[in-house]
């Protein structure tokens, strides 16, 4: 999906952060004017800069239009919050030191699968939650009790929150949680996605004889002439399409005929 990114700053030598979703670089009064004339649902908003965002707003033309999504590397006054919600479908915001560093934030915002990455987030230790931005810019807030000490005894240090793993892994202090993992328990949506595809794997012809082999008490490598390593791209679905010779002799090994194997 193409998106315009705008770049939101008033100093120069900050853009490097974002070369990987090629952002236009706004500085001034006429060129936010300008930008707004052109954006839209796609367009990605991007400002470290308070006072930038600020100006933003003196130019928006009230009642406004949705302007796309944006981020900000700052914690906007609530006032100002309000504001911004009514220009963007989707907002997100905290410290620059919550979200992810480097090459990794613009990477997780490029990413097919930005949905399922975790690009920054914030820790509110007075309702005991953390608020997770995703790639799409929706938010996840997950209790403090979601973080059990680890299987060694390493506690999560609220106060010391990072994201890392370009989006895959989330740090209070030397404890690491995986996104995926969270997404499954707070995320229903994405745990249906999840289950549905491991469904669909699990009807594959290769689950169907991964199953039936270890009905048969059988190692991939009781399927000689047939290598192992082949037999594990079939039942992981790495082949398309298995020759009919070979499925035979898996079926011989198995003892079934090879059109019963995905019956099991």
């Not at 097919?112 to 799409?136: C, M, Q, Y």
């Not at 039936?212 to 679905?237: H, M, N, V, W, Y």
Request: include cysteine.
């Amino acid at each position: 999906m193409a998106t315009n990114t705008i770049l939101l700053t008033a100093r120069k030598g900050k853009e490097k952060r974002f070369n990987r979703l090629h952002p236009t670089a706004v500085s001034s009064k006429a060129q936010i004017q300008a930008s707004l004339s052109r954006a839209g649902r796609e367009t990605l908003w991007i400002s470290a800069d308070q006072d930038m965002m600020i100006e933003f707003l003196k130019s928006v033309s009230w009642p406004t239009k949705r302007l796309g999504r944006a981020m900000l590397l700052f914690k906007p006054p609530v006032e100002t919050l309000t504001a911004l919600r009514e220009c963007f479908e989707r907002i997100a915001f905290g410290p620059n030191s919550g979200f992810l560093p480097g090459d990794d934030l613009a990477e997780a915002l490029r990413a097919k699968n930005r949905d399922d990455l975790f690009i920054g987030g914030s820790v509110d230790k007075a309702s005991e939650t953390v608020t997770l931005w995703r790639g799409n810019l929706d938010s996840l807030i997950v209790p403090f009790s979601a973080f059990p000490a680890s299987g060694d005894g390493t506690a999560p240090s609220f106060s010391d929150f990072s994201v890392s793993d370009c989006g895959n892994t989330i740090r209070f202090g030397n404890y690491e949680a995986a996104a995926d993992s969270i997404l499954y328990e707070f995320d229903p949506e994405y745990r249906r996605r999840k289950s549905k595809e491991r469904l669909e794997s699990e009807r594959t012809l290769g689950a169907s004889i991964r199953r039936l082999r270890k009905q048969r008490g059988l190692k991939r490598e009781d399927f000689e002439p047939l290598a192992s390593k082949t037999l594990a791209r079939i039942e992981q679905g790495k082949v398309k399409s298995v020759h009919a010779k070979t499925l035979a002799t898996i079926a011989k090994v198995l003892g079934v005929q090879p059109e019963e194997i995905e019956e099991y």
